[in-house]
């Protein structure tokens, strides 16, 4: 199998405890030994309750200009916003077919990309919570690494049904329990309150994907939502997501001419309210509001900007130390050889591009470049 080339001018994240360096190069610690313990069948139960209770007493509007459009609401008022939209996104989905979606080719590298991590970091027989769980779409993949039980938790209720709706049908061999509730400002234990005595709250892996990005409104929501996965984990545990690249966002700000704000292609776009300061320093790491578009998916949802090295100093003093961080590219190219026949055959088939290369290319290459892979470790108690 040959893998796509690499482009010249793709930016190229920094590694782990390192300043931006112009050779580009990425550190990597490793990946973990996984324990292999023996597949334990169970029978399967899905449950579903709603978490009314009010959030935590997260209060700090954005101080950033950037951050206009949603200064002055209060957490609530912000997390009724993003349930909303993807409450409409789960409702639209029902009507379009996966297949014909413009996104189909992009959805199968963010699949593989997913797989890979989930197949380098899960602990087989372990358990697992999925913090912005969505509607569960990687069940499979935490099927495939044999995980004996999985606990799923989303803002969005409608996604939550539709989790449930799909553990239920698709006969999986763990045990799953499904939650609505705000992961990143009140405690993962009071969120399960109801599901005390079927679920263990110390985890192995922690996942969060394509989520944490909507912490990063204040320094309190990021601390609050550390908290509760670093509470999560037993100690060796991992946490493990993935993330808009702070990087190729630099990367792209840099590019853009005087007074432009926005980015894009027919796939996707990113706009900031207001023009982003040079090699995107803004004044304060929180807060850095853009809208972000997927077509026949986020329908213009504000997300934060995570600076890399802001989250990995948050995640230390949290005793979370970083083990791993690639962007999607170049975790592509690195790790696919290896896992190439772990995958389902369908998601690996959809990625063959004419020349037999396996890959994306074009404005579907651009938009996944906007990503980047994270796995850190709980050191300590
Ligand atoms: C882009 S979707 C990703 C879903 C899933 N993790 C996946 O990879 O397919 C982002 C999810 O994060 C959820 N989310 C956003 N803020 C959240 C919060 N404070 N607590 C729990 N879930 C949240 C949204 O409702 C949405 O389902």
Not at 143 to 149: G, I, P, R
Not at 339 to 350: A, G, I, M
Request: proline share 6%; glycine share 6%; charged share 30%.
């Amino acid at each position: 199998m040959s893998q796509g080339a690499q482009a010249k001018d793709e930016p190229i994240d920094v590694g782990p405890r390192t300043k931006l360096q112009d050779d580009g190069k990425t550190a990597d610690i490793g990946p973990l030994e996984p324990v292999q313990k023996k597949r334990r069948v169970k029978k399967f139960r899905a449950t579903h309750k709603r978490d009314d209770s009010a959030p935590s007493d997260v209060r700090t509007p954005s101080p950033s200009p950037a951050a206009q459009s949603l200064v002055g609401l209060n957490q609530e008022q912000k997390d009724e916003i993003i349930r909303q939209k993807y409450n409409q996104q789960t409702h639209h989905a029902r009507k379009t077919r996966r297949t014909e979606s413009k996104i189909y080719k992009l959805r199968s590298f963010n699949n593989c990309i997913k797989y890979i991590l989930i197949h380098k970091y899960a602990r087989p027989g372990g358990n697992v919570l999925d913090l912005g769980c969505g509607k569960g779409g990687d069940m499979a993949k935490w099927e495939a690494v044999q995980t004996k039980s999985y606990v799923g938790i989303d803002l969005s209720d409608l996604s939550i049904k539709e989790a449930v709706t799909r553990y239920k049908r698709s006969r999986f061999h763990f045990q799953a329990v499904f939650a609505t509730g705000d992961a990143f400002n009140v405690p993962v234990p009071q969120i399960l309150k109801d599901f005390r005595d079927q679920v263990d709250l110390q985890f192995d892996t922690v996942s969060m994907q394509f989520c944490m990005h909507y912490a990063f409104d204040s320094e309190l929501t990021v601390r609050n939502m550390l908290q509760n996965v670093a509470r999560s984990l037993k100690v060796g545990g991992m946490f493990i997501g993935t993330i808009p690249s702070s990087d190729f966002i630099r990367w792209k700000v840099n590019k853009l001419g005087p007074g432009e704000r926005k980015w894009g292609n027919s796939i996707y776009s990113v706009e900031f309210p207001s023009e982003p300061p040079k090699d995107a320093k803004f004044a304060n790491p929180f807060g850095n509001v853009y809208n972000y578009y997927l077509v026949d998916a986020v329908d213009n949802v504000p997300e934060y900007v995570v600076p890399f090295e802001t989250f990995r100093a948050l995640c230390e003093s949290y005793n979370l130390e970083l083990r791993y961080k690639k962007n999607f590219f170049e975790l592509f190219n690195k790790e696919i050889p290896n896992y190439f026949r772990k995958l389902p055959t369908p998601v690996v088939e959809s990625l063959r591009r004419e020349d037999g290369s396996y890959g994306v290319s074009g404005e579907d290459r651009d938009a996944c470049s906007f990503y980047l892979a994270f796995a850190f470790e709980k050191v300590g108690a």
